[in-house]
């Protein structure tokens, strides 16, 4: 409960050829001394219609489809290239990020460029600490937030973490008040609170996680355990009992293959869990070693890397560790990367390429870049300076948008995200009460 006693203090004092495609954007003229090389990008995910990719910002291609395109162009070797999108596509609405999309041709057609295309988010859900609820959104296509018919809905006290089940039907809440809030989400976004709205979930819930496959969820407990619940086929919560943790278990993730469960402890800690059958938790090795004070945990989308937000004023630091096949952490050769004044949250982009943390005293949002094997490098890129006390980092499904949740600020504040990883501030911000966390679906 390590984030929600320094809320509370902080408070007090304040009060994304074998494809359709076609060239676009001109073609030909001649002469190229020397072989030419291609640039070829893979394509995964497209679901829409309308997706143009650009290389060098004028050979254009279309893309129809799932697969590998090349762009009609060719280069010697030494001319730098940059694969971009120009048009995302519509029908449905979808975000496509570019990755490996920068560099110089070598001896070789360029192979390594991919674009990952994903349905847009349609609502987006805010836990309010200080509002004892929740705040609903519609999501425009520009990633604004625009209040549902129904803004608000009920939680029990202090909603601290939010998770929603894979397919997008259920939401759940963990309260400071002991108890998990469920509810159904229509086809409205609209939530529905189920019967009974809440169930008892230990003695301090801090954080809340559903397994990528539906059937289980699993909420840290600020008084030493992990609460083990699973998923009826109405929603509702059904209890599996709890398993001992750390001291303080502050936050708790799921690997995207729903095989491990890893909690952060405010003892200074991450422990380790293999998701039996039954959805229920099995100790793997000892905990592994964190900094000061945890608050905060994220699995890189990939599956490579676990990485852990320590707020403490002897830390001020991410831990960051490779996730072995077998479920256990070992520290990367860089067991830790700097943040700034007390980082309390993680967010990456889905494509797994870049990180941001949210830095609650410092009032600053950090930047890094992924490395191949998951492991973060801070960015070149200087912090960017937010609202009051940013508590919650979120990017969007399509990797375009990042939301930045501020405690302190009673605000949600919306940034494009740049080719680099650089924030770019859009000019609306969303008023709240005491923003905790946030999701989207």
């Known amino acids: 409960m390590v984030l929600q006693r320094k809320l509370r203090g902080l408070a007090a004092i304040a009060g994304l050829t074998t494809l359709l495609l076609s060239g676009c954007g001109g073609g030909g003229g001649g002469g190229a001394a020397g072989p030419g090389y291609t640039v070829t990008v893979t394509v995964s995910g497209l679901a829409g219609s309308g997706l143009l990719l650009q290389n060098n910002g004028g050979d254009t291609v279309s893309i129809a489809g799932n697969g590998v395109a090349s762009f009609t162009r060719q280069a010697p070797t030494g ?10 596509p519509v029908a449905p609405a979808q975000g496509c990020v570019v990755a490996n999309g920068s560099g110089k041709i070598g001896t070789a057609d360029v192979v390594t460029v991919t674009v990952s295309c994903r349905n847009a988010a349609q609502f987006a859900y805010v836990a309010n600490f200080n509002g004892n609820n929740l705040t609903q959104f519609a999501v425009g296509s520009d990633g604004g937030l625009s209040l549902l018919a129904t803004p608000f809905i009920a939680t029990g006290a202090n909603p601290t973490s939010l998770a929603l089940d894979p397919l997008g039907r259920y939401l759940y ?6 108890t998990v809030s469920q509810y159904r989400i229509g ?8 019967l009974p709205d809440a169930i008892v979930a230990g003695t301090g819930p801090t954080g809340i996680a559903v397994d990528p496959s539906g059937r289980f969820v699993y909420v840290s407990d600020d008084g030493g355990s992990v609460a083990q619940f699973a998923i009826g086929g109405d929603g509702r919560l059904v209890s599996l009992g709890s398993v001992a943790a750390g001291v303080g278990p502050a936050a708790v993730a799921i690997d995207p293959g729903g095989r491990y469960v890893y909690v952060a402890n405010d003892g200074g800690t991450v422990s380790q869990f293999a998701v039996g059958l039954d959805g229920r938790l099995l100790a793997l090795a000892a905990s592994a070693v964190a900094g000061a004070d945890p608050t905060g945990i994220r699995i890189d989308p990939q599956g490579r890397a676990v990485y852990v937000t320590n707020s403490g004023v002897l830390s001020n630091n991410v831990s960051q560790y490779q996730l072995a096949g077998n479920g256990t952490l070992a520290p990367f050769a860089s067991a830790f990367v700097a943040a700034g004044n007390t980082p309390v949250s993680l967010a990456t982009d889905p494509a797994g390429r870049f990180a941001w943390v949210a830095n609650l005293q410092g009032n600053t949002v950090s930047s890094y870049r992924v490395g191949a094997d998951g492991a973060l490098s801070v960015s070149a890129i200087a912090e960017a300076f937010t609202s009051v006390q940013p508590v919650n980092v979120l990017t969007d499904p399509t990797g375009r948008f990042l939301y930045v949740a501020h405690f302190g600020g009673n605000s949600i504040v919306q940034y494009v995200i740049a ?3 650089r924030l770019a501030q859009t000019a609306t911000t969303f008023q709240v009460n005491g923003p905790i966390a946030m999701v989207m679906r």
């Open 79 to 88: 001319t730098p290239y940059a694969v971009t999108v120009a048009r995302q």
């Open 173 to 178: 809440v963990a309260n400071d008040a002991r």
């Open 187 to 194: 086809a409205d976004g609209q939530l529905t609170a189920l």
């Open 419 to 421: 080719d680099d990883a």
